[in-house]
Structure formats: C-alpha cells, structure tokens
C-alpha cells in the first residue's frame, strides 16, 4: 500500500548500520525516510508485534492437529515392596520401566478451533495495519525535520543578503563621511545596524546548524556535524485551496490504516466470542494409548535341566517317625532383557470421550461477558479512531487554508515593502532620508521577507499533510 505520513515519533538506529550508510553526499528527503523505516527500533519493535500475531495465529490453526505425546519412567526399589509381575511383596532390589504413548485428536469442541482461527486471523490483520500506521508516524516525523532545515537555511541566506546590503551601505556612506557628505551619525547607525545583522547571521546559521543535527540526530547518525541534505528546487504545495473536510475525510477514511486497523478488531471481538460461547457446547474427543513395563524380577530359564540344592522337610509318615521331603529343585534363569519384555508387555486402547460443561464455576459465562465487553468496546474504539481521524482532517484542512492565506497576505506585504525600501534606499542615496528612517524601512522588509519564508514552508508541510490524507506520495522536488 501507499507510503503515508501521519505525525511526530522518536526514532532510533544501530550505530552500524548508520555508520554503513552515511556518506558525504547529501541526503534526500526519500533516503532519509528509508533509512528511518529500515532502523528504526518502534518499527522494529512493531513488527516483532506482528510476528507474535502471526505465531497466534499459527497456534490457533495447530489446535486443529492431533496430540502425541510419549512418557517413560525409571525406578529402583529396596526393601519391602511389590514385584510388578507378581503384584506380591518382595525384599528383593527391584529395577522397573514403565513407557507409553497418547494420542488424541478434537472431534467437536463447539465451533471454538473455527471461531479462534478467524479471531486470530482478523488479529493478524490488524497488527500488520499497526505497523504501516508505524511507519506512517515515523516518516512525517523525518518530512517534518526535513523541512526544518530547509526553512532554517532559508532564513539564513535571508539574513545574510540583508547583511550584504548593509555593508555596500557601509562602505558608500564611510566614503561619505569621508568627504564631508555625510554626517557622521549616519555612519555609526549603519555600522551598529551592520552589527545587528552580523548577530543575526550568526543566529541564523546556528538555528540551521541545530536544525541539521537535530534531523541527523533523529536519524541517530553517528556523525551528525557532517551530515547534509539537498535542497529543494520548488515550494510548490500542489493542492487547490478549494479542498473541502468531508471530502479529504472520505478519501483518508479509505486509505487509512488506523481506521482499517479499527474494523478488523471489531471483527476479531465477533469471532472471540462466538468460541466464548462455544465453550458452553459439549466436547468430542477420540483418543488412543499404547504402554508397556519392564521390571528386573522378571526371570526366564535358560537350561532346562533341573538343578538339586538338597531337600527339604514337608511332614512325617503317620504313626512312624519318617521324615517326608523333597527335593529342591530349581533351574538356571537370566532376567528377561529390556526390549523383550517391552515387547511381551505391550498393551493398546482407543476411545471416545465426551465432555459436558453444567457448572464449572461460572467461568464460561465470565468468559462470555468479558468477550461480549471486548466486542463492545472495539466498536466503541472503531468510532473514536473516525472521530479523531475527522478532527485531525478538520484541523489539517483549517490550517492548509490559514496558511495559504497566510502566504497570500505575505506576499503582498513583501511586494509593498520591497517598493518601500527601494524608494527608501534612492533618497538615502540621494541624502533625502536620514540613517534612522532608512535602517526601519530596511528592517521592515528583512521581517517580511522571513515571514513569507516561513509562510512558504508552513503551506508546503500543511499541503503535505493533505497530500498524507488525500493517499497521495509525498515528494519534496
């Protein structure tokens, strides 16, 4: 979409990247402005904004993604405790494994996967509208000192011309004096005007000078004193004074993203709470589960020939003395390794499950009230964005107006002033006119000709902030 430009925000750039950039040549008003939008840490910050909502979004399509996940469990026993094979208590030091698996996949969750996605989505939209508004602040801000330090080096050739009048006056009027043409106040009056004009100068070059950091500053470049910038040719502002509000308004209305920015949040509040509502709906799940166990009491033979370990006593004859035993039999055994008993132990399952909310402490309806709130105030905030936008192309529209007829009054005064001073000037040259008159026509027209330079770049910035509105590009020629 258009590069637009809306108002006054701080930037700020890493040192390499400036040192990268800057050169001795000076800089145009589009190289400082992209310079601005590709460093600068709010536009950076903003996006990052723009990622998170764009992750917001990613998870709410994952919901829709069945669920795995894997658990496993190892434990040594000693002492009196339970074989798991056996399920009988054993002293023995027992070593078991436990590992499975679950699955599980949303069926029907009352429309809230459907109605989050698009929430997150009308989000997304919303935050990338942010970020161009962003950028729109961020590229009047530079317009705005940019035009500060042409008004400012305006003024000063201004002020020098003035002092270069000044002093031919100087030099013709000492000659003068010199001659006995003159009188000797006229001299010291045009030397003390020429050291008022000197004073000037110096101001004048100093307010160019701070207004030239100030922009490379803004810029955060690391060398602000060699920084420069290149002149514009015309003043031209190129709008028709005839530019009504509500016309200026419809077309900003269309093209601004703040307002865009606003509808797509009222979208999102309808979605929000329509999955809010979801919630009071029943859930259908499916899920399955697979699980297996080793324990280290799990025993199998490994020769089948018996093994005799003595005998053992289990009663006597009746009537007679004789001892009955039997033989202790047993048989070499090894544990069942891991992985075969992983195998031999495996166990499935598979089900659905259903899920009814009746009161689970009224949070669902909480959660309903606060979305329908939400949902109010983005309309609430939808309306404010307009009406501000409205004032502000009231107010732009007003001061575009005042300051071309700002100008027009301006160079009618200049007109006048440079006829006074001419006519001032040829009698003063003539000995008709003393130093005092001569010297006020002279700064009569030194004021006026800063005012109309002033009005000039005051109905150029005013004409470019209607041009931000109109979705017009802005270029300074």
Known sequence: MKQLFLSVCLLALSWQTSQAQTSGEAW???????????NNLTVRQTAAQLDNAAADLMQSRMNRVPTLNANGSLSINNGRVIDPFTNTFDTRTIESNQVGAQAGVPIFSGFQINNNI????FSFMASQQDLEVTRNNI???????????????????VAESQLDITRGQVDRTERLVNAGALSLDNLLNLK?????EELNVINARNNFTNALVNLALLLQLPEPDQFAIVPITRLEPGIQLQADIQGVYSSAESNQ????????RMQQARYSLAAAKGARMPRLTAFANMSTVYASTSQRITDPTPIINGETPIGIVQ?????????NISFATEVVP??????????????????IPILNNWQV???????QNAQTLSGIQYESVKNQLFTDVARAVTDYKAAWTRLQANERNIEAQRESFKFSEARFNQGLLNAVDYLNTKNRLQIAEANLTQARYELLFRAKILDFYLGKPIILE
């Open 28 to 38: 145009t008003l589009e190289r400082c402005i992209k310079h601005a939008l590709q």
């Open 118 to 121: 698009k929430a997150q989505r």
């Open 139 to 157: 590229a009047l801000s530079v317009a705005n000192f940019y035009l500060q330090v042409l008004l400012a080096q305006q003024l000063l050739e």
């Open 192 to 196: 003390a005007q020429q050291g008022n």
């Open 257 to 264: 993203p703040q307002i865009k920015a606003a509808e797509l």
């Open 319 to 327: 009537g007679t003395n004789q001892v009955v035993v039997r033989p």
């Open 338 to 355: 891991r992985f075969t008993q992983f195998g031999n132990n495996l166990g499935y399952g598979a089900g659905l499950s259903l899920s």
């Open 365 to 371: 309806n909480t959660q309903i009230r606060r979305a």
